[in-house]
């Protein structure tokens, strides 16, 4: 497994591509807000070649916003505003290089920023690396709508004490819509129902 930076391990995106089979027979595409240079961008978009989904991707490509209160933690002090930067040219290096049969969709901006009419009208998947609480969030609130019923979301860095306000956000999004989770490595997993 060929990793294109260290933000994600093998084991994850293991774990990212079971749950992505698993929405196959689930109407809708699938999205993926903060994509960096593409490491699990390449793998889904592979995966999705033997089905008929488009990947939506969604990076501000300034890098990572200022934190909230609810981010703030002595361990995660080298994540600041522009840090984890990658350019739009890069991601579209990096799959190209990847030999995909479609390249996917992709959408510069502030996750606050972006509106219905730049997502799928279903979704059947969603991977979240915001890393921040209102990068989790934001995205949340934009898609949930649009989500099919079962469809699958997985959200990253939970547990991540360097980034805790994605724990956070995961814990108040399923709290307030009375969804179970489950967690392996960093990776929060839930449904809609």
């Known amino acids: 497994m060929n990793l294109l930076s260290e933000q994600v391990t093998e084991n994850e995106i293991k774990i990212i591509l079971r749950e992505l089979n698993k929405a196959h027979a689930i109407l809708g595409d699938v999205v993926e807000f903060g994509c960096y240079v593409g490491t699990t961008s390449v793998f889904i978009a592979k995966e999705i ?3 008929e989904k488009t990947l939506w991707l969604y ?3 300034e890098g990572l916003p200022e934190k909230s209160k609810q981010d703030e933690n002595s361990l995660g002090e080298v994540f600041k505003k522009g840090e ?3 350019s739009k040219k890069q991601l579209i290096n990096n799959l190209k290089k990847a030999n995909l049969k479609t390249m996917p969709k992709i959408t510069k901006g502030w996750f606050c920023d972006l509106t219905k009419e ?3 009208e279903k979704i059947s998947f969603a991977f979240l690396d915001g890393d921040y609480y209102d990068s989790i969030l ?3 609130k934009l898609i949930w709508d649009n989500l099919s019923s079962g469809a699958i979301i997985v959200v990253d860095d939970y547990g991540n004490q360097a980034l805790p306000g994605a724990e956070k956000a995961v814990r108040q999004w399923c709290n307030n819509k009375g969804l179970k989770y489950k967690v392996e490595d960093s990776l929060a997993i839930f449904c809609k129902k």
Do not use: A, G, H
Request: glycine share 0%; aromatic share 14%.
């Open 49 to 51: 070649e033997k089905t």
């Open 59 to 61: 990076d501000s490509f």
């Open 84 to 86: 984890l930067y990658s």
């Open 118 to 120: 730049q997502i799928p």
């Open 138 to 140: 934001d995205p949340l």
